[in-house]
């Protein structure tokens, strides 16, 4: 069965703490991150407990697949150290909570999920979904709820998770593309490591665009035009997939800037940042990140999560660039009008 | 009859006057939950003479007048108690003049916020009036007559503060200008340097004179306009986060609200807070500001920002705000009523108490909604419920919860807004004896007769 288990040994044996060493909103020395680490798995007190912003980057930065950001998560939620105020997790788990308002599509066998993101039943449509849609669904009843990793609230996902999942396999589906990092990574590794039988193959939406993209080849155009690409933090539970992004740039003749923030490097949207920790932070971080998509000749700024679109967008605009998600940007290289545009 | 509806439609002409049923019941009743009754007569002057030739019909007759603007007061204030002549001001919808730079404008007495809106957009682009959260079409003189609120309320107190001049036709017929306009033709001050006659009118309710114009003040309509939402679950703590939002003197508008649907928005209280700038340099100046007051609440997690969605924020942006009508739907059959004390901002988590206790015991849906008045000098705490018109026994719960309201309100130290006849009978009851008298005094004197808008106001 998958796992999301953290080894102190692997820790211990560590020789580059890059984990911690890496974030960018930490402030450690090497020597420090094996006895803090290890104090955290002992269940012990943690200024790392206190201080993590829930980037996710960690998960990443960890070479050794030893998920320390689900060890910090699991354990802020034993200690009870909440990461948001109590009411921003509240409105959270509320807005989360299934209420039978969901909307399916004509369910084949395979289907898109939509989460519980409005912004995809707009912008999901053209030739790149002709063969899926209008086979979708849309609702708190398929809506993966692992936002609440931010809020260190894992009790909520593992209680609402199962059902998630039963509501899925009732619908008979065998394939399911999840236009969400975070819902691929619910059903492609938390679920099992929650030991939930997961009746379907999760497909992450990069894929799919990939291989859509190259079945209508003939069709694209290129765009020739310079991206920056927002990377969110959810893409860090499955990382393998962010490798498409350069792939999907590639096919559609869009020159991805080479700019200090990105891949590994990339910095948060600053949503969270505001709702967490106030103006500083997320303001702080969004001036370093628009800067350095300025500062590389971007003329679009690329987004795969809608939420990192609602927080940037408007501030992409101000920058001169133009805010697009990547269906959209998909989309206009094969000629369709972006939702932006409409 | 037939001889006062002839000379009715001698003053304004025969298409303007109607004692005709259709009309008739319409003008009997309000959109709220008091009771009809039937006027006699409903006339729509066109000039302040014609008002004043009204005036001087009725005086002469003994008949009741009440004036209407677009009756939306929701209590009962243009239900005509003793018949009469419902004069409706609607006709009277001219904007008279605007001075740029003094910053005021001069309109008919039935000239309607979303006309005065529409008309500073398109010619006047720099200056804005205080929109009150009303339907368009309510009027200016009738939110000023109720000492209503709107958008600028924050900044510059009661709607009725930002009033720079008055005419009225008094009971007695004559025509009056109060304030600068008495003696300049600038209508910039409704007072002062002069001693201050525009309390003998606002706040009455037409007992004591129409208003034929009114001249208000005008502020700086800045080029952008953004909203930040302030979410708590600790309504003690709201009062002490108000305080310290208005020590900014940042916001253009801070309103609090809590509601238990849609699911957003239940177990929390939401402050929301409208700031405007020329730039985008002074607009996040002035959220960094506002941000930052409240830092320790986030730092405690006793309250955060939340994001608001692009698609959410015209919804918070509108102006007047319409999400109103869609609450007043919630129970289907479109019933809205609301009780609107004026009180200290301390009072918020007791209201909010009383509130979710009143929804419990009737089993009501509810919206409590809050807008701060001044720099945290008071509040107008909405006790809205919902209902459906088809369902008696709900609107029959509806009345008790808000009259259990009207107590809960004199027991905190809350005064009424535009209240119902039996809360204007509660207020005189608890009223300065001293304070009573002068009002006695004033209107004995400005209406002997006691025909302006009987069972309003009866000190007499």
């Known amino acids: 069965m998958y796992k999301l288990h953290f080894d102190e040994n692997i820790c211990k044996k560590c020789p580059t703490g890059d984990c911690l060493i890496k974030c960018q909103y930490l402030d450690i020395e090497k020597n420090q991150v094996k006895d803090e680490m290890v104090k955290i798995a002992q269940g012990k007190d943690s200024f790392v407990l206190e201080q993590c ?38 409105q959270w788990i509320n807005i989360g909570e299934p209420r039978g308002k969901y909307q399916l599509g004509e369910i084949k066998e395979k289907i898109l999920s939509f989460g519980f993101m409005p912004e995809f039943l707009d912008m999901v449509k053209g030739k790149l979904f002709e063969d899926l849609m209008p086979s979708y669904v849309f609702g708190q009843e398929f809506f993966c709820n692992v936002v609440y990793l931010h809020f260190a609230n894992t009790q909520i996902i593992k209680q609402r998770l199962p059902m998630v999942v039963e509501n899925f396999r009732k619908l008979g589906v065998e394939e399911v593309v999840f236009m969400h990092d975070e819902c691929y990574g619910a059903f492609s590794s938390l679920a099992p490591a929650y030991g939930i039988e997961v009746p379907f193959k999760p497909i992450h939406y990069f894929e799919y665009l990939y291989q859509r993209l190259k079945d209508l080849a003939s069709d694209i155009k290129p765009l020739n035009i310079n991206v920056a690409y927002q990377r969110p933090c959810s893409s860090r539970l499955s990382p393998d997939k962010h490798r498409y992004v350069p792939k999907i740039m590639n096919l559609i003749g869009a020159n991805l800037v080479e700019r200090e923030y990105q891949d590994e490097n990339a910095l948060c949207c600053g949503g969270i940042f505001a709702m967490d920790y106030g103006y500083s932070l997320a303001h702080d971080v969004q001036e370093k990140n628009l800067e350095d998509m300025v500062a590389h000749g971007a003329e679009y700024c690329v987004f795969n999560c809608p939420a990192c679109q609602n927080t940037l967008g408007e501030k992409v605009r101000k920058r001169g660039l133009k805010p697009i998600h990547m269906v959209d940007l998909c989309r206009m290289a094969l000629g369709e009008t972006p939702k932006m545009e409409e | ?62 008949i009741p007048l009440v004036p209407m603007g677009a009756g939306m007061a929701l209590t009962g204030l243009i239900i005509p108690l003793k018949g009469g002549i419902v004069i409706d001001m609607k006709r009277m919808n001219r904007i008279l003049e605007v001075n740029e730079k003094a910053r005021y404008a001069i309109v008919e007495g039935g000239t309607s916020q979303g006309a005065l809106k529409a008309y500073l957009e398109k010619h006047y682009p720099r200056l804005r009036h205080s929109v009150p959260d009303a339907p368009a079409t309510a009027t200016i003189a009738a939110n000023v007559v109720i000492h209503g609120q709107g958008r600028l309320t924050q900044q510059y107190g009661f709607n009725s503060d930002m009033v720079s001049g008055l005419e009225v036709v008094l009971p007695s017929g004559k025509i009056c200008k109060i304030g600068s306009s008495s003696l ?113 609440y986030i730092k405690s997690k006793d309250g955060g920002f939340m994001g608001v969605p692009p698609t959410m ?148």
């Not at chain 2, 033709?185 to 706040?203: E, H, Q, R, T, V």
């Not at chain 2, 909405?382 to 026994?393: L, Q, V």
């Not at chain 2, 204007?424 to 608890?430: E, I, S, V």
Request: with cysteine.
């Open chain 1, 53 to 90: 912003v829930t980037c996710y980057g960690c998960e990443e930065y960890c070479r050794r697949g030893n998920h320390p950001f689900y060890l910090i998560t699991e354990k802020r939620d034993e200690k009870g150290i909440l990461t948001s105020p109590r009411a921003i997790t509240k």
């Open chain 2, 313 to 460: 924020k015209p919804t918070f942006l509108d102006m007047p705000q319409r999400s109103v009508s869609r609450f007043a739907d919630v129970k289907k059959g479109g019933g809205f009523e609301y009780s609107g004390p004026i009180i200290l901002v301390e009072k918020y988590p007791q209201c909010t108490g009383k509130i979710r206790e009143l929804a419990s015991k009737y089993d009501l849906a509810y919206s409590a909604m809050a807008r701060i008045i001044g720099r945290g000098h008071c509040m107008m705490f909405g006790f809205a419920f919902t209902f459906n018109r088809s369902d008696p026994g709900m609107m029959e719960r509806t009345r008790k919860a808000l009259s259990e309201v009207s107590e809960f309100v004199l027991e905190m130290g809350g005064v009424f807004w535009k209240p119902t006849v039996d809360e204007q009978k509660m207020a005189l009851n608890k009223m300065d004896p001293n304070t009573l008298s002068i009002l006695r005094m004033i209107k004995e004197n400005l209406d002997p007769y006691g025909i302006m808008n009987p069972g309003n106001w009866e000190v007499a």
């Open chain 2, 184 to 296: 300049s033709s600038a209508w910039f001050s409704k007072g002062a340097p002069l001693p201050d006659l525009s309390g003998l009118f606002l706040g009455w309710f037409g007992t004591t004179g129409i208003i034929t114009k009114v001249a208000l003040k005008l502020y700086p309509r800045k080029r952008f306009r953004d909203v930040d939402v302030f979410v708590t679950d600790s309504e003690e703590l709201v009062p002490e986060m108000v305080y310290e939002l208005t020590h900014t003197e940042m916001a253009e508008d801070i309103n609090v609200f809590s509601q238990p649907l849609p699911m957003i928005f239940k177990d929390n209280h939401h402050i929301t807070i409208f700031i405007t700038g020329d730039t985008d340099e002074e607009l996040e100046f002035k959220r960094k500001m506002i941000w930052d007051a409240l830092d320790p």
């Open chain 2, 1 to 62: 009859m037939k001889d006062i509806l002839n000379r009715l439609a001698e003053i304004v002409g025969e298409e303007h006057v109607s004692n005709q049923p259709e009309e008739i019941f319409y003008y009997a009743r309000d959109p709220g939950l008091m009771p009809p009754h039937n006027p006699d007569y409903v006339v729509l002057p066109r000039t302040s003479e014609q008002v004043q030739k009204i005036v001087l019909l009725a005086k002469e007759e003994k």
